[in-house]
């Protein structure tokens, strides 16, 4: 396309936009530590699994500029990474977001000093699958259908752990909270988590149905800052005296995008039971068996 920049000024667009660009095995990698975002330009032979391990491990958007169209097996190998392709065709529209600084993971003050881990950290890039603990025996007892169809699929979430600063009861600056927010990739929900209570595993065992993500990583920063600030909202209350009489003002209030600290993403599997008949569909949760909406339609 006439309007996409050839690979030179690609760099010094990256260059410009404070990435610090470094030469890779036959590619270009571009790393920018304000909000981790990390850009490799590649030839479009390069399959996504030889160029994950150029992305640096606190990488929170991960891109990879193509030189020309990847190929479906490219895509979906990218998809199964939460890693976004670009090729000569997207580039322009891409650039927009690439370029321009990123407010969802600011220095702040929203958190101690540690790095915060991404999920996949704790046990390894292949342990990427949470264990069911509801077999299909227990689903059939929970659901409640007789002469159901039960299938187990497994749903895409990006995880992160994430700071917020609260906002204090008198308004002020409040207690810094420590969780994971879970950005569901197909239906773009997004929703907090308690740390722990989740093992996670490379296999689990039995036939399963594994959903591809519908929703790029670059996408999920966003929606996850939102959901952190919805539930993180507080009642702030305003004591005034107005002749004589004592007012007290309620609002709610949210803590601001830059008080949220967003860790490094990453892609996990998510064990669902769906029991399809008759008398209609019910999904349970295979980890605690909680029934719950169908996790695939999309968000309101």
Not at 120 to 145: C, F, W
Not at 155 to 163: D, E, L, N
Not at 201 to 215: T, W
Not at 268 to 278: C, H, Q
């Amino acid at each position: 396309m006439a309007d996409t920049p050839p690979p030179p000024v690609l760099r010094r667009l990256l260059e410009a936009a404070g990435y610090r660009l470094e030469e890779v095995p036959g590619a270009v990698r571009a790393v920018r530590a304000a909000d981790h975002r990390a850009v490799v330009i590649a030839a479009r032979g390069r399959s996504p699994s030889e160029i994950e391990p150029w992305f640096p491990p606190d990488s929170v958007h991960r891109t990879v500029v193509y030189d020309g169209e990847p190929g479906d097996a490219a895509r979906a190998a990218a998809a199964d990474r939460g890693i976004e392709l670009v090729d000569p065709s997207t580039l322009g529209p891409a650039l927009g977001e690439l370029l321009l600084p990123s407010a969802l993971v600011p220095g702040g003050d929203a958190g101690a000093p540690e790095p915060l881990e991404g999920p996949l950290a704790l046990v390894g890039g292949d342990a990427r699958t949470v264990r069911p603990r509801i077999g299909r025996r227990e689903a059939e007892q929970l659901s409640g259908l007789a002469g159901a169809r039960y299938t187990l699929r497994l749903v895409p979430f990006y995880v992160a752990a994430y700071r917020v600063r609260q906002v204090g009861a008198d308004g002020g600056p409040g207690p810094v909270r420590q969780r994971l927010v879970a950005v569901n990739a197909t239906s773009r929900r997004a929703e907090i988590w308690d740390e722990g209570g989740r093992e996670l595993v490379r296999e689990i065992d039995g036939p399963a149905e594994r959903l591809a993500p519908q929703l790029a990583a670059t996408g999920a920063g966003a929606l996850a800052v939102e959901a952190i600030r919805r539930h993180h909202t507080v009642r702030v209350d305003h004591t005034e005296q107005h002749a004589g009489a004592l007012v007290i003002e309620s609002r709610r209030v949210a803590p601001p995008a830059e008080d949220v600290r967003l860790g490094p993403f990453g892609l996990i599997f998510v064990p669902y039971w769906y029991a399809e008949g008759s008398e209609g569909r019910r999904v349970l949760d295979a980890v605690s068996g909680r029934g719950l909406a169908d996790p695939e339609a999309p968000a309101d």
